[in-house]
């Protein structure tokens, strides 16, 4: 699992927006399905990278990523497992709507020739606003993280 909190934010009564979860580590429950960390708090970990916020955390900061994944969310839409008369899950996100906050996500920081994400049969495709070289990361920066990290030992 990966969600870092979306899940509490759509349902305030989610069991994972209470304790025992987050307490641990967070010492407060944050939305993860576990009582510390989660497998992509790891990685950033390891990278020297902070949390990833949850996408629906309004006035979050997102410049060091974001997360849009929902535990239990699935793969078909809510409408048609209804219509199949499946059960659902704790959620109605289902992995469409998490790729639209994808899409929404992206027209806020990338850019085309005409101002905006241009999709071209169904893919994406985009360019960055142009940059100095100056202002372009190397892959130096996260070298050291990288090399000193437990995980790439």
């Not at 209470?18 to 992509?40: E, H």
């Not at 959620?91 to 071209?120: A, D, K, M, P």
Request: aromatic share 12%; charged share 20%.
């Amino acid at each position: 699992m990966s969600d870092t909190g979306n899940l509490i934010i759509d349902d305030v009564h989610s069991p994972f927006s209470r304790p025992p979860y987050g307490m641990t580590f967070f010492r407060k429950p944050t939305g993860r399905c576990s009582d510390g960390l989660i497998k992509i708090d790891y990685f950033g970990l390891a990278l020297g990278l902070p949390f990833l916020n949850p996408y629906l955390k309004r006035g979050a900061d997102f410049n060091a990523g974001v997360n849009f994944a929902v535990a239990g969310a699935t793969a078909l839409d809510t409408s048609f497992l209804i219509k199949e008369k499946v059960p659902l899950t704790d959620t109605n996100i289902s992995l469409s709507v998490q790729l639209e906050w994808f899409r929404s996500h992206l027209q806020t920081i990338c850019f085309t020739q005409t101002g905006g994400l241009e999709t071209v049969s169904g893919t994406f495709s985009f360019t960055r606003k142009k940059v100095s070289s100056a202002e372009v990361p190397t892959t130096a920066k996260f070298a050291p993280a990288v090399k000193s990290a437990p995980l790439f030992r």
